[in-house]
């Protein structure tokens, strides 16, 4: 069974940094994309990032191009989102995401989510 858990979300003031944490299991191979969506109340899920393992190429999203990304652990079970500059607007529930082909931009293109954690920027 496939499991993601993620961790590391919480509340921080404008400008600070977080550090979130995917951890998976239950993979056969350890080629699967993982990712990240986002969804805000009252508004659909929409990728954050993706780090597509087939191509060895990391996707994100144009409003935090600079300010976050995605590493690896030692093992290819992990991965993190480092966020720094956090903006109001990066406040989200952070749903890690995997996927057994490439990384896709819907959500329909992944077929396994975590239960999510909450970010909040105070202003």
């Known amino acids: 069974e496939v499991r993601l858990v993620e961790s590391g979300g919480g509340l921080v003031q404008t400008g600070g940094s977080l550090r979130l944490s995917c951890q998976a299991s239950g993979f056969a191979r350890d080629d699967f994309a993982i990712g990240w969506f986002l969804q805000a109340p009252g508004k659909g899920r929409e990728r954050l990032s993706c780090?597509?393992?087939?191509?060895?190429?990391?996707y994100y999203r144009d409003s935090v191009k600079g300010r976050f990304t995605m590493s690896g652990g030692n093992d290819k079970n992990t991965v993190y989102l480092q966020m720094n500059s956090l903006k109001p607007e990066d406040s989200d529930v952070y749903y890690c995401?995997?996927?057994?082909?490439?990384?896709?931009?819907?959500?329909?293109?992944?077929?396994?989510w975590g239960k999510g954690t909450q970010v909040t920027v105070s202003s």
């Open positions: 995401v995997a996927a057994d082909g490439l990384c896709r931009e819907d959500e329909t293109g992944f077929d396994y």
């Open positions: 780090l597509d393992r087939k191509i060895g190429f990391t």
